[in-house]
């Protein structure tokens, strides 16, 4: 399986300030996701990202809030802009992976980052 | 996707057998059922997925009943480990594997 490391682990943020999150997998995978999962909550695709095009939103997440970079096949940014208490959550990397045994397609997910918007 | 439904919470003694069951009522025939869990500060990981068929993996086994409307996933001797939330997701086969959408999940408490 793919091993998938996020940077940071944790933050605490202030409010109207941006952070950018790391996302390094020790494969070559066309297509990395983005989640984010709030206090409480359960987890929420915010975009895909292909090498070499635009990330691809899904409803409710916009660009200029969430810019994603994806410069090579084995790394992405996700950056969180203009932070507000509400940005607070956990945002999880995943990558499309085979499992090991039975060869199904299957998603691998980072540790992922919590970050507390102050 | 389909719907699923799963109980909130559920308990369990170390040394058994955890039965979590989802119900999919509305699950199409092309679609795929999906098992991962969240163990605490953890990302999600796959435990086993099947279409009709019942499944045994390494950590599980997966009952998915003749209609396909309900299954249950069966973690044989549940070990304290095991403590984490259990999502169940139905998905069509051959669309794209990322784009997965998580419910609420059971929470499975393993105690001593």
């Known amino acids: 399986s793919a091993v998938i490391s996020q940077k940071p682990s944790r933050d605490i943020c202030q409010r109207g300030t941006s952070l950018t999150i790391q996302c390094q997998v020790d494969s070559q995978v066309t297509m990395m996701f983005w989640y984010r999962q709030q206090p409480g909550q359960s987890l929420t695709l915010i975009a895909t990202?292909?090498?070499?095009?635009?990330?691809?939103?899904e409803s409710g997440f916009v660009i200029d809030k969430f810019p994603i970079s994806r410069p090579n096949l084995t790394f992405s940014t996700l950056t969180v802009s203009n932070m507000s208490p509400e940005d607070s959550s956990i945002y999880l990397c995943?990558?499309?992976?085979?499992?090991?045994?039975?060869?199904?397609?299957?998603?691998?997910f980072g540790a992922g980052s919590r970050l507390t918007v102050l | 996707d389909a719907k699923t439904t799963q109980p909130p919470s559920m308990d369990c003694a170390e040394g058994r057998a955890a039965n979590l069951p989802c119900n999919h009522s509305t699950i199409s025939g092309n679609e795929y059922v999906y098992w991962y869990r969240q163990i605490h500060s953890q990302g999600p990981q796959y435990i086993i997925h099947g279409l009709k068929n019942n499944e045994t993996n390494e950590m599980a086994s997966l009952i998915i009943t003749e209609d396909r409307k309900s299954s249950t996933l069966i973690l044989p001797h549940a070990t304290l480990r095991d403590t984490a939330v259990y999502y169940c997701i139905v998905r069509p086969y051959g669309t794209s594997y990322g784009k997965l959408t998580f419910g609420q999940g059971t929470i499975l408490t393993v105690h001593p």
């Open positions: 990202a292909n090498q070499g095009s635009e990330a691809t939103y």
């Open positions: 995943s990558v499309e992976d085979r499992h090991g045994d039975s060869g199904a397609n299957v998603l691998t």
